[in-house]
């Protein structure tokens, strides 16, 4: 398996209160992104990284930052949490030129806003 | 921007039978087109992929065949196991922009 560690795996906090999650990878890969997973609606990009301190936005970026200050973290922060933002979070990787290569995911984190 | 339609959204199949699962894209630049399978409690895993310079694909019971000109895409497998029970996802992008997903199959594999 691709060595892709998500922290903390299961949060729950209150609307209003700032979150960040974060996204370890070993792979030295690229690429990182960070989707969301609702019942209905699949995966979804929020944000996208194609290098150290490059960003960009994914479908559902609204009320989301990222920062990447090193290959191998890309951190996802929710500045205001509300409960539309609860949610499945999945960090994935991946490697070589261009975004049309595989990803691999970590194994989520569950958020819940309550 | 990129669509992707996925059908049927629940599937149902005897163990021993097949399974296909279908995806349309919109974008005519798509050349890239996963397909992951995601467990409870699992993130998804890459099954099969294929590019556009190839209509099919195949690894072991599973094969993925594609029809540029429709813009469709799809999954088979064959002697479908309990094991296969799972959530699928099918994917495009261009290389320029990031995966489209579509919103899944359930499938169940029924001993």
């Known amino acids: 398996d691709a060595g892709i560690t998500q922290s903390p795996r299961h949060k729950v906090t209150e609307t209003g209160t700032p979150v960040t999650l974060r996204c370890h990878q070993t792979?030295?890969?690229?690429?990182m992104y960070w989707y969301r997973q609702d019942p209905g609606h699949g995966l979804r990009l929020i944000h996208y990284s194609y290098g150290v301190k490059d960003t960009d936005k994914g479908e559902v970026s609204d009320g989301y930052s990222v920062s990447r200050s090193k290959t191998e973290d890309f951190l996802l922060t929710l500045e205001s949490a509300t409960s539309s933002q609860t949610s499945v979070y999945f960090c994935?990787?991946?490697?070589?030129?261009?975004?049309?290569?595989?990803?691999?995911f970590g194994d989520g984190t569950r958020l819940s806003i309550l | 921007g990129e669509n992707v339609e996925q059908h049927p959204s629940t599937l149902s199949v005897q163990e021993g039978d097949s399974a296909v699962i279908k995806c349309t894209y919109s974008d005519s630049a798509s050349n890239y087109f996963p397909w992951y399978k995601q467990e409870l409690g699992k993130g998804p895993q890459l099954i099969i992929d294929?590019?556009?310079?190839?209509g099919e694909k195949k690894d072991q019971r599973i094969a993925v065949t594609l029809n540029k000109t429709a813009k469709h895409f799809s999954l088979h497998i064959t002697e479908t196991q309990p094991e296969d029970s799972a959530v699928y996802f099918c994917a495009a992008c261009s290389g320029n922009t990031p995966l489209v997903f579509g919103k899944g199959t359930r499938l169940s594999v029924i001993a």
């Open positions: 792979e030295n890969h690229r690429y």
């Open positions: 294929i590019r556009s310079n190839v």
């Open positions: 994935a990787i991946s490697g070589g030129q261009g975004l049309g290569q595989p990803q691999h």
